[in-house]
């Protein structure tokens, strides 16, 4: 972006995106230069190398918008090129904007505009936002103007600063879940009598936004349905767990935990998260089991859910309701009655966990809210 001649409002194209230039800019002696990072480091950089979980999720990467002085041209003086030495005349230095540190106020905007990848879900919710260096988070501030075209997927934006700029989504949009179902699939093709296939297990979960119906077997996981277009390619393509969980990160899909996310929710103790996905594992093959409302009206060191012996494999038809629900709590010793009232034979030390089975319907557990 070094001309000979100074450039007037013009549109710079770089690869990842295009930058109209305001007047401000035309005559002054300076190159802008663009940058794409994949991934968003700064996080990570915010707390003299202590991080710390981030609400903020970066998607799409980060575009880095940085101007530079332009050392003056040489001189030609009697067929000679003459040059000042010095370090201001032979090096890039900085520039901020508005040039010179002049009013952000009275400055002219940068025009930004760039194309989103197509796996990227950009909604109303989303935010276009600028690192702040001094106060080490993203921010809108100096960020007006956005829209976003669906059919081109063009991203447009005017921004008053410059610096390191990308899409930003919060972390809690999906959790916590509005409800979730696990269950056993019944495959026909199965030989019977064969112990050592591995199962076939169904993953719903729905959040505020969207529908998500997972299977998973050894260990393959792929989407069987959802109704969120952006990954309708995705659909039956078999990856490892992990690898899935990437793709719908990249998307600005987070099932993973996040404390404090949603008023009513209780942000369940991390080591007891551990014991509690152990004990459902072991269950899914045999057991169906979905969300109970009480899961977040009890303690962190408990979870509720509602649980009954699969009917998947009487008939092969697993929407046939023969079994009543129960319900399930599953809590670690410390908040368990018996820890308060029992006996210390009766305690048990991490990582085990203790599992009550109320064979009522969840509506008949109101004793539920008084324990939490």
């Not at 968003?40 to 202590?50: A, S, T, V």
């Not at 501030?141 to 956005?146: A, E, H, R, S």
Request: one cysteine or more; hydrophobic letters at 40%; a neutral charge.
């Amino acid at each position: 972006n070094h001309s000979l001649t100074s450039f007037r409002t013009k549109t710079l194209v770089f690869s990842e995106m295009s930058i109209d230039v305001p007047r401000s800019l035309s005559t002054a002696p300076v190159a802008v230069r663009n940058m794409y990072i994949p991934f968003d480091e700064l996080p990570g950089l915010c707390k003299e190398g202590k991080t710390s979980e981030q609400r903020e999720k970066v998607l799409g990467g980060v575009s880095v918008v940085e101007i530079f002085n332009l050392p003056p041209r040489p001189k030609k003086i009697a067929g000679w090129e003459c040059r000042k030495v010095g370090e201001n005349e032979v090096n890039l230095s900085h520039q901020t904007y508005p040039l010179d540190g002049g009013n952000p106020a009275l400055a002219s905007a940068l025009r930004v505009s760039l194309v989103m990848p197509d796996n990227i879900l950009v909604t109303a919710d989303t935010d276009v936002c600028v690192w702040d260096v001094s106060a080490k988070k993203w921010t809108n501030d100096g960020i007006k103007g956005v829209d976003f075209n669906k059919e081109n997927r063009f991203l447009k934006f005017q921004t008053e600063k410059i610096g390191f700029m990308a899409l930003i989504k919060d972390r809690g949009a999906d959790v916590p879940y509005t409800s979730w179902r696990i269950r056993p699939i019944f495959n026909p093709s199965m030989e019977p009598g064969l112990l050592d296939s591995d199962p076939e297990i169904a993953v719903e979960i729905e959040t505020a936004r969207f529908y998500f119906g997972f299977r998973c077997q050894g260990n393959a996981c792929w989407i069987q349905r959802t109704n969120c277009k952006i990954l309708e390619g995705k659909l039956l393509e078999k990856m490892v767990p992990s690898l899935l969980l990437i793709e719908l990160g990249k998307a600005g899909i987070s099932f993973g935990h996040l404390s404090g996310v949603g008023e009513s929710s209780t942000a369940k103790d991390k080591r007891f998260q551990v014991l509690a996905h152990l004990q459902i594992c072991s269950l899914c093959t045999a057991f169906e089991m979905k969300s109970s409302k009480w899961n977040q009206r009890v303690k962190s060191e408990q979870c509720a859910f509602q649980i009954r012996e699969s009917s998947a494999f009487a008939g092969g038809d697993d929407s046939v309701d023969i079994l009543e629900f129960g319900l399930m709590l599953i809590e670690m010793d410390v908040a368990s009655d018996s820890f308060r009232y029992g006996s210390d034979d009766e305690r048990i030390d991490f990582p085990f966990a203790k599992c009550t089975l109320f064979t009522s319907e969840e509506r008949l557990f109101d004793c539920l809210r008084k324990r939490g």
